[in-house]
């Protein structure tokens, strides 16, 4: 088993939405760290998983406990991070991961944890990218499956907005609404079309945020008790605190459209269509993908066929054929 404690990651691109099969971890693979929110240190081990198992995680820590599927539908608290939840017993702050399984095209895995909480790693999906790449991606034998979406749905809350809409790939847009002047030095903004876009190399890196002075305030509710600046982006009034700066000139907006992009994975396949999110959270990220599962005559599941004529240079999912499975997947 290879363990991998942290770092960065700006890696090579695993080209892993051209997949047109399953794909699964090579072998397993662990990891350490500490939950953001509850401060408990946590070891994190990656489970190779058979096709169509999707992505599990299974408590060590508790005696008894079962898998719990990745799913929408089990998250069970979305206070500052995704929680999911099946009986008693509970994962927190999955996003990270889930954003990094996606990222990396993983169909299948399985997820222990010695504890209740995802470690935070560095803030950012790029750890949990570089803990799969040390080990390798597999191909597996079934194809793969996507949510096609063949008609818009939005959903909002108060005035933030996010919606999925038909789309010949996978794009994604986000715009950070600011609570604070500071945040006004930098983009907020980000629209990313996977077909030319990495990633691994734009995305995966943006850190957690979030101002000094509203630490407080999530310690008062247990929330953030791990926070420190080696797993967020931390800002005065002034300014960034930390002293390498930022990644990214906009890794605020990019960390929530990573954000996103993991609470989406939750639906348990990768989606077809063009994300739009304003001001979205955690908690309307899920209200969108629980929206999304119920509207199952807005989308089918397809596998992809690969295109002969396309040829090998083409770019990620262009030149394919939707070849649908199943139009009425409720
Ligand atoms: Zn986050």
């Known amino acids: 088993m290879k363990d991998v404690v942290n770092g960065s990651s700006q890696g090579g691109e695993l080209l892993s939405h051209r997949s047109l099969n399953q794909r699964t971890i090579r072998e397993p693979v662990y990891g350490i760290g500490i939950g953001v929110h509850s401060g408990e240190k946590v070891r994190i081990t990656l489970r190779p998983a058979k096709p169509n198992t999707g992505i599990c995680f299974l408590r060590t820590d508790v005696t008894g406990a079962v898998a719990i599927p990745a799913s929408a539908e089990h998250v069970a608290d979305t206070t500052l991070a995704t929680s999911i939840a099946h009986g008693s017993v509970s994962v927190a702050t999955v996003e990270h991961l889930m954003s990094a399984l996606w990222g990396l095209g993983i169909d299948n895995l399985l997820v222990e944890l010695s504890a209740e909480e995802v470690p935070i790693m560095d803030g950012s999906a790029a750890p949990f990218i570089d803990m799969i790449e040390s080990v390798g991606v597999v191909e ?25 809409a038909p ?10 609404v600011a609570n604070h002047p500071v945040y006004d ?10 077909a030319n876009a990495s990633y691994i190399k734009h995305v995966s890196g943006a850190r957690s945020f979030g101002l000094e002075k509203e ?3 999530a310690q008062s509710i247990q929330k953030c008790l791990g926070s420190s600046l080696d797993n967020a982006v ?20 990019k960390h929530k459209l990573l954000d996103a992009i993991g609470d989406l994975y939750l639906l348990g396949k ?8 304003f001001k979205s959270g955690h908690a309307l990220n899920n209200k969108l993908a629980r929206a999304i599962l119920r509207c199952d005559d807005a989308w089918e599941i397809v596998t ?27």
């Open 140 to 164: 597996q034998s079934q194809a793969r499956q996507f949510i096609r979406i063949t008609r818009k749905i939005e959903v909002n809350q108060e005035d933030a907005v996010a919606s999925v």
């Open 167 to 176: 789309y010949d790939g996978f794009k994604a847009g986000y715009t950070f």
């Open 185 to 194: 030095q930098y983009p907020k903004y980000v629209e990313m079309d996977f």
């Open 215 to 217: 630490l407080a305030y």
């Open 234 to 253: 931390g800002l005065s009034d002034e300014g960034v605190l930390n002293e390498e700066g930022l990644r990214y000139n906009d890794e605020f907006v």
């Open 270 to 277: 990768p989606i077809l269509g063009a994300f739009s999110g």
């Open 304 to 330: 992809l066929k690969a295109d002969i004529q396309s040829g090998a240079g083409m770019p990620i999912l262009h030149g394919q054929i939707y070849d649908q499975v199943n139009s009425s997947q409720g």
